[in-house]
T-cell receptor
Framework: ETGVTQTPRHLVMGMTNKKSLKCEQHLGHNAMYWYKQSAKKPLELMFVYSLEERVENNSVPSRFSPECPNSSHLFLHLHTLQPEDSALYLC????????????FGEGSRLTVL | GEDVEQSLFLSVREGDSSVINCTYTDSSSTYLYWYKQEPGAGLQLLTYIFSNMDMKQDQRLTVLLNKKDKHLSLRIADTQTGDSAIYFCAERTGANNLFFGTGTRLTVIP
């Protein structure tokens, strides 16, 4: 248990579906992150939120839409995805945006058919 | 951009020591991390070292940092089958990101 919880752990969706990934951290951290892990590629940072404001968006397609309603919760809304978006999506948090150790959740394994 | 490199595979016999190596390019690193990922799971933080340290020991784990050569290593003493996993080196720079290597798959042979 790392203090960062992701749901669902596994998700299968069609290209026309709309779904969401949820992340919750119980560590009192101020920064939260979404990473994408694809086979044979380094982890890719997708989004960063600090104190509920987005501070980083690394050229992620608009079919991925993040939401951070408060400092403990982070969502990734998914719509009209492509099969190449199939990957493990990891949520992480740290005490502050530019400082502190980064803790990861268990990930949500997404398969797009 | 920053580059973090690791060898892809390492096999060791149970009970031996494992040494996983990592090189990085950004000299402004503040923290350097080792994460472990077991099949189907997320990344588990194993240990980390501040860039002003040379060595850190935590039970069976020893981290060595050579800032001059930008080289980081993780030594696992008395390696067990439960240590089989992918190990990621990562550096946190003075900018705004955490850069990961591609991971080293450690296989422990009984």
């Amino acid at each position: 248990e790392t203090g960062v919880t992701q749901t669902p752990r596994h998700l299968v969706m069609g290209m026309t579906n709309k779904k969401s990934l949820k992340c919750e951290q119980h560590l009192g951290h101020n920064a939260m992150y979404w990473y994408k892990q694809s086979a044979k590629k380094p982890l890719e940072l997708m989004f960063v939120y600090s104190l509920e404001e987005r501070v980083e968006n690394n050229s992620v397609p608009s079919r991925f839409s993040p939401e951070c309603p408060n400092s403990s919760h982070l969502f990734l809304h998914l719509h009209t995805l492509q099969p190449e978006d199939s990957a493990l999506y990891l949520c992480a948090s740290s005490q502050d945006f530019l400082a502190g150790v980064v803790f990861f959740g268990e990930g949500s394994r997404l398969t797009v058919l | 951009g920053e580059d973090v490199e690791q060898s892809l595979f390492l096999s060791v016999r149970e009970g031996d020591s494992s040494v996983i190596n990592c090189t990085y390019t950004d000299s402004s690193s503040t923290y350097l991390y080792w994460y472990k990922q077991e099949p189907g799971a997320g990344l588990q933080l194993l240990t980390y070292i501040f860039s002003n340290m040379d060595m850190k020991q935590d039970q069976r784990l020893t981290v060595l940092l050579n800032k001059k050569d930008k080289h980081l290593s993780l030594r696992i003493a008395d390696t067990q089958t439960g240590d089989s996993a992918i190990y990621f080196c990562a550096e946190r720079t003075g900018a705004n990101n955490l850069f990961f290597g591609t991971g080293t798959r450690l296989t422990v042979i009984p």
